[in-house]
DNA sequence: GTAGGGTTAG
């Protein structure tokens, strides 16, 4: 157009600009600017809208900062523009701050604010602003809205409020779009409750159900364990002709980690660039080590580490890691806990399983040597915090503690436990503790873990035969594994825990995750 | 003609 000679009007420059934002082609775009210029269409709002995201999104967030100053009469959509762009590149302080300044935020500026504090991982604060929305805005949440604010409950694993937005929309009938569909399935599959997932999942109609709905499915099934129904689902979805993305493929091998079928894994590997046209790409080829490695295949393992077209990333070196910890390989585990100290020296998990494997073999200098350097390098573990919901209370527990109100009762059953769990074969597996105390401190300590805790919790505040259901924000701790296993089939109880990785469901004795954890 | 939401891996 522009070589033809025909003149650019003021309509049609915001496409331009949007255009090269999409494309990532800050040059064009700062032509173009050049071009408004000289046309004299630098005062028109929506030519500028588009200049203000253009500037934010190509990272020139003083100058987008100028033209929205600049802008003569600026409306909601101006404020929410820069909003947006701050929200997504990370400034979330700017976003606020700016949104407080709105004197009348629409439901694109609430959804931006909302937006953003899921992304930083603040769940309640984004409940929190929903709540004052409803309340206090004048302005009614849309699917965008709650498309977020289900995102929020399930990052919590928190279904309570998440069932409170599937009742609200149910009540104003909105019908689940493709958005609400997989924000449903997520909450559902990520707050434990695998059954509710799925009847979400066979009421999303047809023409909204995704690749990312299949994909949340399959990923909810193999993060409690159950490795052959995400299989089995993954087959289901390419009869119906769907084609499988690098994500639904993850979640494929992670599912059959977690099921231990390691020739599928390996055959689902090799054959996706054929099969779905999916290239390996680094997490697939995290998830394979992974995968070899807990199998104890650690020279295969290794193998593809030294053969992929990748350097190997905090999430190779983390499997290899826990490999090593599972096989007893204290070789392997301080060279990966070595290059994970220079990946990612804040994260206290490292230390903590190579003491683990020091530990089980019995070389106590290494142990020592591992909790003075934590000491030294002002590394603290993270403390181990167990949840448990009953109706819209949330109980807390940590190692030790005795504040609850229930407390007397919890050690009570604990106590109780301890003859039925001993003649089972429990044996307290003092030497994974790292607290710096002494032998028969450390046996008492272990034996009230912040998730047994919980569990005696369970065991006296829901009716015999309930299922209970636990949250951690570590990773189950080996010891209490064994005693839940145990304590699942003494009380005869379904015993859930969501840990920092995945689900256990321990029954009868057993758990889903088939001790691969 | 300008602004906003979803799935994965240690």
Redesign the pocket.
Known sequence: MHSLGVKC???????V??AC?LTNDFRLGKQVHGTVVVTG?EN???????M??LYA?CGEIADSTRIFDAIPRR???????L???Y??RDSFGEAVELFQDMTKA???????VI?GC??LESHDCALELFREMNKESGVSP???????A??AC??AGNREPGRQLHAYLIRRDLGL???????L??LY??SGYMVDARLVFNVIPEK?????????M???M??HGHGRLALQMFNEMLKEGVAP???????V??AC??AGLVTDAKRYFSSMEELFSVQP????Y??M??IL??AGKLDEAMELVNTMPYEA???????????ARIHKNVDLGSK?AEM?IN??PE?S??HILLANIYASAGMWDGVAKIRKVMKDSNVKKEPGMSWMEIKDKVHTFIVGDRSHPRGKEIYAKLEELSEPLRKAGYVPMVETDLHDVEEREKAKLLYHHSEKLAVAFGLIATPPGAPIRVKKNLRICLDCHTAIKLVSKIASREIIVRDI??FHHFRDGLCSCGDY?
Do not use: Y
Not at 44 to 50: A, H, I, Q, W
């Open positions: 009007n003021e309509f049609a420059f915001p496409s600009f949007k934002t269409f028109d709002e929506f030519v500028l809208n588009s203000v995201v999104k409306t909601v959509v101006s404020w929410n523009a909003l947006n762009c929200v997504q629409d439901i694109v500026s609430w959804n931006a937006a899921v992304l849309n699917t965008f809205t709650l498309s977020s289900l995102k399930a990052g779009d493709t958005f609400l569909g997989v924000g399935v997520d599959a990520k909204e159900r995704s690749i990312v709905s299949w994909s949340a399959i990923g909810g193999a993060q993305n690098h994500i639904t493929l993850v979640s091998l992670c980690n977690h790409m680094e997490e697939h995290a998830c080590i992974d490695g807990r990333n905090a999430a190779v070196w983390g499997a290899l890691l826990g490999a990966a994970l990946l990612e994260k998990g490292t990785n995945r954890w």
